[in-house]
Every structure is written in C-alpha cells, then in structure tokens.
Nanobody
Framework: QAQLVESGGGLVQAGGSLRLSCAAS????????MAWYRQAPGKQREYVAR???????NYADSVKGRFTISRDNARNTVYLQMNSLKPDDTAVYLC???????????WGLGTQVIVSS
C-alpha cells in the first residue's frame, strides 16, 4: 500500500522559513512526478509546486522566487523549502505522487503551516 507522509509544518512568523518533507512509500519513486498542494480553511485546494521525474520544476506564481521544490530519490523524499513566508501561505500542505503512465496517483494527509503576522 502506497503511503505519503508529510512533516515539517508548524507556526512561524511572517518573513520566516520552513522546510517541508514528504516521505513516500512507493515502488520506483524516481518515476513519479511529485508535487505540493495546499488548502486553506474555506478555500479550494491550490497547486504550489511540482518536480518531474526528470527534475523539471514548476511553481505557482504566488510562490515563485520564495519556495523551492527538490527531491532525493535515494531517500524517496521530496522537499519544499519555503522562505519569506506570508500570512497568506497559511494552509495544510499536501504531497502528491503521480505516475500517469501507470495510472498511479497518491496523496498524503498533509502538514499544517501557520504564518503569523
């Protein structure tokens, strides 16, 4: 059974930094495109960043220049380095693993990030 476990969330002041991790219990982790999404209370789930199996990265405009996504295939882990945090970044951050050709798509349960002003 595939499992994604996020960690690293917490309470931080505006302007601060956090590093989120997502440990994936999946076979052939390197074949998955990995992404981070977030969901704030009362809002729809929002795309944050993605790193492909070929290490191509992409970011939502709202986080570009502040967040960095990376992966360590040897550790089956994807990271999200978040700098210059703003109160609007407050949300539950969720990890997604996607392998389209194999029709495999998994979600973690999320980690809470709260940015105080």
């Amino acid at each position: 059974q595939a499992q994604l476990v996020e960690s690293g969330g917490g309470l931080v002041q505006a302007g601060g930094s956090l590093r989120l991790s997502c440990a994936a219990s999946v076979s052939v982790f390197s074949m998955y495109h990995m992404a981070w999404y977030r969901q704030a209370p009362g809002k729809q789930r929002e795309y944050v960043a993605r790193i492909s199996s070929g290490l191509i990265t992409n970011y939502a405009d709202s986080v570009k220049g502040r967040f960095t996504i990376s992966r360590d295939n040897a550790r089956n882990t994807v990271y999200l380095q978040m700098n210059s945090l703003k109160p609007d970044d407050t949300a539950v951050y969720l990890c997604n693993a996607d392998w389209p050709s194999q029709d495999r798509n998994y979600w973690g349960l999320g980690t809470q990030v709260i940015v105080s002003s």
